[in-house]
């Protein structure tokens, strides 16, 4: 119920990184937390495109949320769930975890609110496409893709 923060230095997050580097051939993503790396972003790494693109960048990893409905996230950023849905979108993540279906109170439709931003932004759209590439690139290399 309150943001945690590793007031790591930049090399000391980059040496603990190293750990996934060592068994990336058979590592297809990783799940980022909703913990702050102010050295980064002040921001939950789930929200902050800097820690987002080391797991991307050269490395080709899908990147997986942590839960998106907790209340803390909606209030680090000063908005509400559908923005922290926003956020978590254009920082770049690929896979968008919810503890909180449609039906509950902190439920939000968000299929249907990722349609809408692709609808109405270019930015979310590209973030979109380039998600699913991300997915697709992945069962390629396990082998797992249909052939067309």
């Given amino acids: 119920h309150a943001l945690v923060s590793a007031p790591w230095e ?5 040496k603990e990184l190293s750990v ?6 058979v590592l297809g993503g990783v799940m980022l937390a909703n913990v702050a790396y102010p050295a980064f972003n002040p921001r939950p790494a789930i929200l902050a495109p800097e820690l987002i693109s ?5 490395r080709d990893w ?10 803390l996230l909606a209030d680090t950023i000063g908005g509400t769930g559908e923005d922290v849905l926003k956020h978590a979108l254009l920082a770049g993540n690929d896979v968008l975890l919810t503890t909180a279906p449609p039906d509950w109170d902190k439920g939000l439709d968000y299929v249907g609110l990722l349609v809408r931003f692709a609808k109405e932004d270019p930015a ?19 082998g ?5």
């Avoid at 930049?10 to 980059?14: A, D, F, I, M």
């Avoid at 080391?54 to 050269?58: I, S, T, V, W």
């Avoid at 797992?144 to 067309?148: G, H, I, N, R, T």
Wanted: aromatic share 2%.
């Fill in 54 to 58: 080391l797991a991307h960048d050269n």
């Fill in 62 to 71: 899908i990147t997986v949320t942590d839960d998106l409905s907790i209340q």
């Fill in 10 to 14: 930049k090399p000391r997050v980059l």
């Fill in 20 to 25: 996934f580097q060592r068994i990336q051939e």
């Fill in 144 to 148: 797992l893709l249909d052939e067309l």
């Fill in 124 to 142: 979310a759209r590209k973030k979109i496409d380039d998600a699913a590439r991300r997915v697709l690139r992945l069962k390629d290399r396990m």
